[in-house]
């Protein structure tokens, strides 16, 4: 007996597996600092849960549109007008359980066996696997921490093939905190432009998580408008990871063949979460920037600390809430009972001997960094980053 090919395809998430170590070893009663999964620790926002519980004493029990509630339509194109002067109509839009729900529909909809999708390195775990899923080919664009984990024109233009059907793409990034800027979108927008049968795929879902900049989208240049997905949701502005809603701003093609795909796999997401999002989606974002403050704060810390541990190199995110050291001076070191061969072993040894959960960056393609997320206090913070520092002074 076997499981089907397609599931033999994929990959457990390595973020949900350090998490799952980390809570092994607190149910030892080991004191673990998480610094794995990407998820805000703030709570949701007051007015959104009470828009939650209204929901529910408004009976929002039954099922739902498949690509959502009208008003919770209406507010996602009203907010992409509002944050990103991008005219949208309802119908363009779906609504899914969470934006890797979103993803999924849209590579399921238009990546064919064979099919090329060209994906920038490192990348969200998740991408590479539902590309594999869908038995499409994933074409790696592999970056430096030098140039701060961002790929190039050329690069870009020399991966594109006759097999090409989609680029995929998050700014914000995950897990490198890159954020691409307007001149830069620019650049590949005029490459796009040039073969009109791509599909370019756009991750936005940490769009206000961002530093000192402004965010730009990809799909705000005409030449290519037809043919951008954009995907969102509440997950990591509002707090919301939970509620479990993400969206897409599609093409009407592609909008239309997700709908009809997510109709026979889950039809409408969660009613209550969906009201919920539409008051996220209409609030002036005054919460949304509170957040922001302290994440802003701790990336500082982290990387003056990080700054303090020899043979670690790093970029300067400014989006998301990670930073992703190139660890590689480690790899042939030992305590004298571990050796790190990799980043695999780095991460183990880090959570073994140090006690806080990283990831290692092999998961997203870059095997000679790992990455740590800031999601937390600054007081774990502090003392995640001692930690490190003592384990990897340690090794010889």
């Known amino acids: 007996m076997k499981v089907a090919a397609r599931i033999d395809r994929l990959s457990e998430s390595a973020t949900l597996a350090v998490a799952q170590k980390s809570r092994e070893l607190k149910a030892q009663g080991i004191d673990v600092i998480g610094l794995g999964v990407g998820e805000p ?28 509630y009208p008003q919770l339509l209406n507010s996602i194109v009203n907010k992409l007008k509002r944050d990103n002067n991008l005219d949208y109509q309802p119908a363009q839009i779906v609504v899914s359980n969470g934006a890797k729900h979103s993803l999924a529909n849209v590579l399921q909809s238009i990546v064919d066996p064979g099919d090329e999708v060209i994906v920038p390195a490192p990348y969200w775990v998740t991408y590479v696997d539902l590309v594999n899923y869908c038995e499409g080919v994933n074409v790696i664009l592999e970056t430096t921490v030098e140039h701060d984990f961002k790929i190039t024109p050329e ?30 979108l620019q650049e590949f927008a005029r490459i796009f432009a040039k073969y009109p049968e791509i599909i370019i795929i756009s991750d936005e879902i940490y769009e206000h998580i961002i530093y000192g900049k402004t965010f730009e989208s990809i799909a705000q240049f005409p030449e290519i408008r037809d043919r951008v997905v954009v995907v969102n949701g509440v997950s990591k502005s509002y707090a919301m990871t939970g509620y479990r809603i993400g969206f897409i701003a599609a093409p009407l093609w592609i909008a239309k063949a997700c709908n009809k795909l997510q109709s026979q796999y889950t039809s409408g997401p969660n ?16 919460e949304v ?17 990080l700054a303090e541990i020899p043979g670690l190199k790093t970029s300067k995110p400014d989006g ?38 990283v990831v290692s960056g092999d998961a997203f393609g870059a095997p000679g960094c790992f990455r740590i997320s800031y999601a937390a206090s600054e007081e774990q913070l502090t003392e995640a980053l001692i930690r490190i520092k003592n384990a990897l002074g340690k090794l010889h």
């Open 320 to 357: 998301a809430f990670y930073v992703f050291p190139e660890a590689s001076a480690y790899f042939g070191k030992t305590d004298g009972e571990m050796v790190i061969r990799n980043s695999d072993d780095l991460c183990f040894y880090i959570l073994s001997k140090g006690h806080v959960g």
């Open 155 to 184: 690069q870009l233009e020399a991966a594109i093939t006759p097999q090409t059907k989609a680029f995929l793409f998050s700014s914000p990034s995950n897990p490198t905190g890159s954020v691409y800027t307007k001149e830069e």
């Open 271 to 286: 009613s209550v979460a969906q009201i919920a999002s539409v008051a996220a989606f209409n609030h002036d974002g005054t």
């Open 41 to 68: 620790d703030f709570h949701t926002p007051d007015f959104i849960k009470e828009a939650a519980k209204r929901a529910i004493d408004d009976n929002y029990s039954y099922y739902s549109p498949v690509p959502g």
């Open 289 to 305: 920037r509170k957040m922001v403050v302290q994440f802003e704060k701790r990336r500082n810390l982290v990387l003056s600390m």
